[in-house]
C-alpha cells in the first residue's frame, strides 16, 4: 500500500514536466498554426498527425491544464510560490489567446514559461531536499599538528573559535573562510553550514 502511494505521488510531481512537454509537441504537430516549432515537428516525425491538425488546439489547451495541475502538486511539496505563480500566468497567457485575442505570440509565451515552470520546480525541489536533509551533530576533529582525532558533539546555534587539541595541545582556529573549527578540521561540516543557513558567524 505504501509503495502504491510514493509512486503515485511521483506520478503526480512530473505532471507539470507532462504536460509542458505536451502542449510544445502539440503545438509542433501544427505548423500552420505555430511555424516557429515546425522544424521540431518535422525532426520527430510529428507531419503524421497533420490529419488531427484539427484538434491540436484541444490538446494544446489540454496539456497546458496538465502541467498547472501538476505544478500545484510540486507547489504542495517544495512550497515555493515562484514556479507556481509563472506556469499560472503562463496558463492564462494560453487561454487568453484562445478565447478572448488570439495571438500566436501569447501562445508561444505561455508554452515557453510552462516549460521554465517546470524547470523551477525541479530546483525548488532539489533545494527543498537540501533544507529537509537531518542535521549531524557528531564531528571528529583531526588535529593538523599531530593528527590526534576525538569526536566532538557540536553546537546548534553557537560557534567554536577555538579548539585543544588533547594529545599536543595546540590551539586550533578556524581557517581563512571558514566560520569555526569543525568547518575547518572536522569531518562533518557545523549545524548552521549542514541546513544551508550560512556561516554561524554571519
Not at 41 to 58: F, K, P, V
Not at 89 to 97: H, I, L, P, T, W
Not at 161 to 185: I, M, N, Q, W
Amino acid at each position: 500500500m505504501h509503495l502504491n502511494t510514493v509512486k503515485s505521488s511521483r506520478a503526480l510531481l512530473v505532471l507539470d514536466k507532462f504536460g509542458a512537454v505536451g502542449a510544445l509537441l502539440a503545438a509542433a504537430a501544427a505548423p500552420c498554426c505555430f511555424p516557429l516549432l515546425a522544424a521540431i515537428g518535422a525532426a520527430i516525425g510529428l507531419g503524421a498527425l497533420e490529419s488531427w491538425r484539427g484538434y491540436m488546439d484541444y490538446a494544446i489547451q489540454g496539456f497546458v491544464g496538465i502541467s498547472v495541475l501538476g505544478g500545484v502538486f510540486a507547489f504542495r511539496q517544495h512550497r515555493q510560490v515562484w514556479p507556481l505563480g509563472i506556469a499560472l500566468a503562463s496558463a492564462a497567457a494560453v487561454f487568453f489567446a484562445f478565447y478572448v485575442n488570439y495571438q500566436v505570440a501569447l501562445v508561444y509565451a505561455g508554452l515557453t514559461g510552462l516549460a521554465v515552470a517546470a524547470v523551477g520546480n525541479i530546483i525548488a525541489k532539489r533545494r527543498a531536499g537540501g533544507r529537509s536533509r537531518p542535521v549531524v551533530l557528531r564531528s571528529t576533529i583531526t588535529c593538523p599538528k599531530c593528527g590526534h582525532q576525538k569526536q566532538e558533539t557540536m553546537p546548534i546555534d553557537a560557534c567554536l573559535y577555538f579548539y585543544e587539541c588533547e594529545s599536543c595541545h595546540a590551539t586550533l582556529r578556524p581557517k581563512v573562510g571558514d566560520c569555526c573549527v569543525f568547518c575547518s578540521y572536522g569531518s562533518v561540516k557545523c549545524p548552521p553550514i549542514q541546513s544551508g543557513q550560512g556561516c554561524c558567524a554571519a
